[in-house]
């Protein structure tokens, strides 16, 4: 067993699990030092640069909002984030031992961004709406201290269960947003922060009144039973996916290529392209 899964077998499942199905998210501080941060948001930044450059390279969220899907081992600190002790905790717990990482990518709110509406990332599966399981997570490390007036991410705890019935799947109708808005909390994160959330649990983007972009490193991770690598295009090269500790390896839903190719955006969220005026 390596040192990174002996480490993860010193967080207690009860508190993960009881985190994640009650109010969707939980956290973990100072996960990594600052300047392992610093590097991050710098590959972000060169990443955002050549996506803005290649047709489609980059999702529209909403104004001046992106989604952008990466080769992982474009990451410098990829590894460390899949290795960390606690993000292999909290898979664990919740995903079970076969868990799959099947996403790796940014979100970029930048000045002037909008709100976005309330929205979950994707439809409830089975698994949730009538077995009340968790089968998915998304992990997020923000690139920044955010602070109030950066657009900070807000989400209505508890809301991972709401069944939305006949009308759009990942949209609530305004009539509900009254619930969400007297539960919502905005999160604050700080640089080294690693949070790990259900991306059901009905969240938004705010608005971005600072002079500063917030870049959030996302890790989309499955249990087996869950389909969302068909949204991605997750590719490793033979030479990195080689390099990967075995116990690493083993999690990774991925295409092993020669080469690296342009990866096509295909979890568009139509949804999210206009912002709300608030």
């Not at 955002?48 to 390279?57: D, I, L, M, Y």
């Not at 992990?139 to 006949?166: C, H, K, R, S, Y």
Request: with cysteine.
């Amino acid at each position: 067993m390596t040192s990174q899964a002996t480490a993860a077998d010193t967080y207690d499942v009860a508190t993960i699990m009881g985190g994640l199905y009650g109010d969707g998210i939980i956290a973990c501080k100072g996960a990594f030092e600052r300047a392992w941060v610093e590097r991050l948001g710098s590959d972000i930044a060169t990443l955002f640069e050549e996506a803005r450059r290649q047709p489609g390279g980059a999702l529209a969220r909403g104004p001046n909002r992106y989604y952008v899907e990466v080769h992982p081992e474009r990451i410098s600190g990829f590894a460390d984030i899949i290795g960390h002790p606690w993000v292999i905790a909290v898979c664990r717990a919740v995903l079970g031992p076969d868990y799959r990482v099947v996403e790796a990518g940014f979100d970029l709110p930048g000045p002037g961004a909008l709100h976005q509406p309330w929205h979950r990332d994707f439809r409830s599966p089975d698994a949730t709406l009538t077995g009340r399981r968790l089968n998915s997570l998304a992990f997020n490390i923000t690139t920044v201290d955010v602070t109030e007036d950066m657009g900070p991410f807000e989400i209505a705890p508890g809301t991972q269960w709401d069944d939305l019935g006949e009308g759009d799947p990942m949209f609530p109708p305004q009539a509900l947003w009254p619930r969400y808005e007297a539960r919502a909390q905005r999160k604050l994160p700080r640089m080294g922060d690693i949070s790990a959330r259900s991306a059901l649990t009905i969240h938004r983007g705010t608005a971005n009144r600072s002079g500063r972009s917030r870049p959030v490193f996302v890790l989309g991770v499955d249990a087996p039973d869950a389909r969302n690598a068909d949204k991605h295009d997750l590719q490793l090269t033979a030479a990195y996916y080689e390099r990967l500790a075995p116990e690493l390896r083993r999690h990774m839903t991925c295409r092993v290529v020669e080469r690296l190719e342009p990866i096509v955006q295909a979890h568009t969220i139509e949804g999210l392209r206009m912002g709300v005026q608030m």
